[in-house]
């Protein structure tokens, strides 16, 4: 349902800036979320018991392979906090980690939901492969917060009983 008939250069590249335009923007805007937030207990970021507190994605997907590969947003936004090691082993630590997990996992949620406006001035094919890049680009760091705040959990929890 393309609306808007551009030149295939001007198409590539009005692509590529939209998607450095939308992932910037909800980044910054999930930066601005208090971390509150995402310290509550919310139903959105529940582990689902069959996630074996992160293990299932080391299994399905041997994430502590790949995941030190990955770009922490930090780095390019210079705002936030880096999730790439712990900030310390305290147990408030370690919910300030699994927090900003959370935020982290939300801002990759929603950096796909932009993904259908690409069919405005996309061919129907690209619309889907933009559908395809946002899933593919953002499932892996959806992936590894999951993991992550796994991994916290279980230690949180065994260190809480």
Known sequence: MQLISLPVLWTVLIDILAWAFFHVIVAVLCLKLPLAFFLKDSVWFRLFFWEKSGNLWQRLFHVKRWKGRL???????????????????????????????????????????????????????????????????????????????GRIDAITLSTNK
């Open 71 to 149: 770009i922490d947003g930090t780095v390019i936004l210079k705002k936030g906090y880096g999730k790439k090691k712990l900030h310390g082993t305290g147990i408030s630590d370690l919910k300030v980690f699994a927090a900003e997990t959370k935020r982290a996992e939300l801002t990759h949620w929603l950096s796909i939901v932009p993904a259908p406006l690409f069919f405005i001035w996309n061919p129907v094919w690209a619309g889907w492969v933009m559908i395809l890049y946002a899933v593919m680009f953002n499932l892996p760091f959806i992936v590894v917060q999951r993991y992550n705040r």
